[in-house]
């Protein structure tokens, strides 16, 4: 299994919505926590959202009722629907599992909220 893709970043204004995808090859992905993570400038990578083999999700504080995550096992594809976007959440997003790994880092996708 390699890393996974970040894909479906962009820039968009206050109060608007993103959906973002992960995904990743081989049949296993869908045995994973899969987590959502972000770093905006000078930052450190802080922790967004989860959600587990059976589809139960948590979120951090700053996310909690604007931020979706869900999970397409089919397509080994974890979503991440972000609404009401602020621009504190500007920010490089990746998902790996629910515990990182190394190895599974992707290049994130750039997610940028500005007017």
């Known amino acids: 299994q390699g890393p996974f893709v970040e894909s479906g970043g962009g820039l968009v204004q206050p109060g608007g919505s993103l959906r973002l995808s992960c995904t990743a090859s081989?049949?296993?992905?869908?045995?994973?926590?899969v987590g959502w993570y972000r770093q905006a400038p000078g930052k450190q990578r802080e922790w967004v959202a989860q959600?587990?083999?059976?589809?139960?999700?948590d979120y951090a504080d700053s996310v909690r009722g604007r931020f979706t995550i869900s999970r397409d096992n089919a397509k080994n594809t974890v979503y991440l629907q972000m609404n009401s976007l602020k621009p504190e959440d500007t920010a490089v997003y990746y998902c790996?599992?629910?515990?990182?790994?190394?190895?599974?880092w992707g290049q994130g996708t750039q997610v940028t909220v500005s007017s």
């Open positions: 790996n599992k629910g515990v990182p790994e190394m190895s599974y």
């Open positions: 081989g049949s296993i992905f869908s045995l994973y926590v």
């Open positions: 959600i587990s083999r059976a589809g139960s999700a």
